[in-house]
């Protein structure tokens, strides 16, 4: 890579030195892309206004050895999403996304999949710009980040046979550790899954196929919102396994206070289902 002239979004953003700043960026030809952005901090001209968070960028980029940094030669202003900055609960969600990003986006590999992945990450940061978020879009965003990254959980299907789980006696298995549900059939004695009702897995599955910045227009409420979001948080504490910076002040900007003026406990630890539904 002599010379790169591509888009971009800021992921991370670290001071380095006196003068220059180390950046995280994700780029539609790269995926995650570590870059110097020498004298950023000493200059204003050299970069100006672009090297902010929620900023879509035209970049250029060049390495003048293989093992050497990549340096961030000229960024260009596309468009600044102003949302996260004037409201906590854009800024919390869009800094969570963003880290999220930044902590799983490979560097290297496939372009088809750095293209998706960039592709979600600005739909995300559209979509928080155009609406308020509630803790509805939340899950569904953290389910679109884990199918961006090739992590989604699988939602249809019994990840032991394939059959299509019935629901009609209530709610089934969901194995977290597997990443999915189990049909009645390969449910046995003593397996600890959560239960989730098939039209929550099946509302999670319809929301895969709208674009990213149409999310708004689904709504997931009362009992399938609290399915889905134990269901997601579940699977990302074991599937991920990351302990974010931003998640507590994503919690504190979702999630309203009770009557006491403290947040909700966490979600519950899983119940165990005996093999019955
Ligand atoms: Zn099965």
Same mark, same amino acid.
């Given at each position: ?25 994700l780029t539609p030809d790269t ?69 999220? @990003?930044? *902590? =799983? %986006?490979?560097? /290297? $590999? #496939?372009?088809?999949?750095? &293209?998706? !992945?960039?592709?979600?990450? +600005? ?54 550790g597997d990443g999915g549900p ?32 149409? @999310?708004? *227009? =689904? %709504?997931?409420? /009362? $009992? #399938?919102?609290?399915?889905? &979001?134990? !269901?997601?948080?579940?699977? +990302? ?41």
């Open positions: 890579m002599p010379t790169l002239h591509t888009q971009a979004l800021i992921l991370r953003s670290v001071d380095f030195g006196e003068s220059d700043l180390i950046l995280h960026l995926g995650r892309l570590t870059v110097i952005a020498k004298g950023a901090r000493r200059s204003k001209k050299r970069f100006p206004g672009t090297l902010d968070f929620f900023n879509h960028l035209d970049v250029q980029i060049e390495r003048r050895r293989p093992t050497s940094m990549a340096r961030l030669e000229h960024a260009r202003l596309r468009r600044t999403l102003h949302g996260p900055r004037s409201d906590p609960r854009r800024f919390a969600l869009g800094c969570y996304l963003l880290e999220l @990003l930044d *902590r =799983l %986006a490979p560097e /290297g $590999g #496939a372009r088809v999949d750095h &293209r998706r !992945l960039f592709a979600f990450g +600005l739909g995300a940061l559209e979509l928080i710009d155009a609406r308020s978020p509630d803790p509805g879009l939340r899950v569904l965003l953290e389910v679109r980040a884990l199918d961006a990254l090739g992590l989604g959980p699988e939602l249809t299907r019994c990840v032991r046979c394939g059959e299509v789980p019935e629901g009609n006696a209530g709610p089934v298995g969901f194995h977290v189990y049909c009645s059939r390969c449910l046995a004695e003593g397996q600890h899954l959560l239960p989730v009702h098939v039209g929550t897995l099946r509302a999670l599955q319809q929301s895969r196929s709208l674009p990213t910045r149409q @999310l708004g *227009r =689904l %709504a997931l409420r /009362g $009992g #399938a919102l609290e399915e889905a &979001r134990i !269901l997601v948080t579940r699977f +990302l504490r074991f599937h991920v396994g990351l302990d974010l910076r931003s998640v507590a002040f994503l919690d504190a900007q979702l999630t309203p206070p009770n009557a006491n003026g403290r947040l909700p406990p966490r979600p519950p630890e899983p119940i165990p289902t005996g093999g019955a539904r």
